[in-house]
């Protein structure tokens, strides 16, 4: 069974910049279309992020991130980054990766909190 862990959250002021980060214990993680999705409790979750197989290669970011966000892989550490620029407080949220399609296990997520 796949894990997905992801890190880095944590709280931030408006403004601000966060990296947070998503470790995948697969070995086709090279293969894989990746994702970045996020929560707020009570709502749906909502993709926000894709990257293709191959690093820097078929981005597509939501409205709501782009020109904010960027996202990354390291396909040597099986690792997938978001980068989250000029945060503001509706970009806290619960953020988690995953596979697209995805795996069947999420992982805990980590919390963002953008507040003064």
């Known amino acids: 069974q796949v894990q997905l862990v992801e890190s880095g959250g944590g709280l931030v002021q408006p403004g601000g910049s966060l990296r947070v980060s998503c470790a995948a214990s697969?070995?086709?993680?090279?293969?894989?279309?990746m994702a970045w999705d996020r929560q707020v409790p009570g709502k749906e979750r909502e993709m926000i992020a894709t990257?293709?197989?191959?690093?820097?290669?078929?981005?597509w970011y939501a409205t709501s991130v782009k020109g904010r966000f960027t996202i990354s892989r390291d396909n040597v550490k099986n690792e997938l980054y978001l980068q989250m620029n000029s945060l503001n407080p509706e970009d806290t949220a619960v953020y988690y990766c995953?596979?697209?399609?995805?795996?069947?296990?999420w992982g805990q997520g980590t919390l963002v909190t953008v507040s003064s």
């Open positions: 995953n596979r697209r399609p995805n795996y069947p296990s």
């Open positions: 697969t070995l086709t993680f090279s293969q894989n279309v």
């Open positions: 990257i293709g197989p191959r690093p820097s290669a078929n981005i």
